[in-house]
């Protein structure tokens, strides 16, 4: 239940305002809507390990942003519970305060992870591929596979994977009830490329294997596709109304040819198959697309936000798919660390009156606001977006609340259980006597929850 009436208010102005930019649909003024937003943890008065660690400063550092900011719309942090990767330790992650500065953010290790050779172990079953080659290379607690440790290891893993989602439902509930915020995104959808990339070969593995190793590169993409839409269909918004979280990490290594056979076709498929269903995306394009915009203009009309990174030229994006579907950025980084407030409204009132005069443009930097953005330069973005952003003197539009529900989701079939309730349950010998719907959809659900756990780790 909302705090008040004007708490609830302020949430449905939001919502609204933020989905009817999404749909190239008419608002009352610019929306502010940050994607990731380190500039609020790193003036929070905490540092990175305090808030990785201690989730009462993680909600902390938010609702105070929340309370300074109520101009904002919506912000998303880009935080992550650290003791998920003190368990097992998690080798793709270099932690603060523990082997890198408390005031550093995390740091990725990418690495070839998977070799070369095994692509069809990994195509042939994921799992077990993970549990008995992959997984002794990423977690050093699970190097002695079968020792105590490896077993403490992953019991304190699933514990963490119900404190973690209770950590998540509470900052999110509060912020949406106490502070009228809603969520930027609900549930994510990884290129199965990048996470081939990221997770598995490397940047330099890949590069590679662009060239040795095609036909498996593709099978890959494929599966990892199949596995990544029943996981993100089992987090999404059922009201439709959040759209679902990309971030693309490879495309700015790629050729324009490299792109088109290797990441394009399993990345379109995968979107289109949720947006064919009524969902929505904001989908980070990190890096200069550019060479690869002609694609992004074939997503349906209003289905998709696009953060611009600064590499790219946000007037140019606008011509070249943003008169499609709404975009974000056009402020450069060093700008709004190095420059004045100024400098930011002067910026802020000519994309206003270009890229944004007709609606389907949200201000940001590149991809967030910078840690290091001066406070009066913050400021200064959202005063100027409020005198030269506005588009009528009218309300926002209230969020619709039954969007898209006639649109059913059709997903491809995977096993995503190991074991299956009637060979765990003809295994024991079993005759049931009760409700056997009941115990087997218990079993099947963390069944799922293994899964998916085992599958995006």
């Known amino acids: 239940m909302f705090k008040s009436k004007e708490v609830e208010a302020a949430y449905n102005r ?38 990785l660690y201690d989730p009462e400063k993680w909600e902390d550092c938010e609702f ?19 003791p998920t990767w003190d368990v097992l330790d998690y080798q793709l992650y270099r932690v603060p305060g523990r082997e890198i500065s408390p005031n550093s953010l995390q740091q990725f290790v990418e690495s070839d992870w998977m070799k070369e050779d095994e692509y069809q172990q990994f195509i042939d079953d994921p799992v077990k591929y993970k549990m008995e080659v992959y997984f002794p290379r990423i977690f050093g607690e699970y190097k002695e596979k079968g020792s105590i440790r490896s077993y403490m290891a992953f019991l304190k893993s699933g514990f963490l994977q119900g404190i973690i989602g209770t950590i998540n439902k509470s900052r999110a ?32 593995g890949i590069m590679r294997d662009m060239f040795k190793k095609q036909d498996e590169i593709i099978d890959a993409c494929e599966k990892l596709m199949e596995i990544n839409l029943n996981n993100c269909a089992a987090l999404v918004d059922p009201k439709k109304q959040m759209p679902i979280f990309i971030a693309t990490h490879k495309p700015c290594f790629m050729s324009p040819k490299q792109f088109d056979k290797f990441y394009w076709p399993t990345f379109y498929k995968g979107i289109m198959t949720m947006i064919e269903a009524g969902y929505t995306f904001r989908i980070f394009l990190e890096g200069n697309w550019e060479p690869h915009w002609d694609h992004l203009a074939d997503f349906p009309k209003g289905t998709v936000l696009f953060d611009v990174d600064n590499e790219a030229d946000i007037f140019k994006a606008k011509e070249a798919f943003g008169y499609k579907n709404c975009i974000s950025g056009g402020i450069p980084t060093d700008m709004m660390i190095l ?21 389907g ?10 840690e290091d953005c001066k406070p009066e330069n913050f400021q200064a973005l959202i005063d100027a977006v409020n005198e030269y952003g506005r588009y009528t003197d009218g309300s926002a539009p209230m969020p619709e609340e039954a969007y898209n529900q006639d649109k059913k989701l059709e997903l491809p079939s995977v096993k995503n259980v190991v074991t299956p309730w009637d060979m765990y349950r003809d295994d024991h010998g079993w005759k049931i006597t009760g409700d056997e719907e009941l115990i087997e959809s218990n079993w099947n659900k963390l069944e799922r929850m293994a899964y998916s756990w085992i599958i995006r780790s």
């Open 14 to 51: 939001r919502l609204g305002r933020y989905m009817a930019a999404i749909r190239m649909e008419s608002v009352d003024r610019v929306p502010l809507a940050f994607n990731t937003c380190y500039y609020a943890e790193k003036n929070s008065g905490y540092n990175f390990q305090e808030i």
């Open 64 to 82: 105070k942003f929340a309370e300074k900011y109520p101009e904002v719309d919506t912000f998303r942090s880009n935080i992550a519970y650290a």
């Open 173 to 204: 509930s509060r912020l949406k009830y106490d502070y009228g915020f809603p969520g930027t995104t609900q549930s994510q959808l990884t290129a199965p490329f990048d996470i081939l990339s990221d997770n598995y070969r490397g940047l330099r």
């Open 339 to 359: 420059g004045t407030p100024d400098d930011i409204k002067e910026r802020v009132k000519l994309l206003c009156e270009t890229v944004g005069k007709d609606g």
């Open 361 to 370: 443009w949200i201000p940001q930097g590149g991809g967030h606001i910078p």
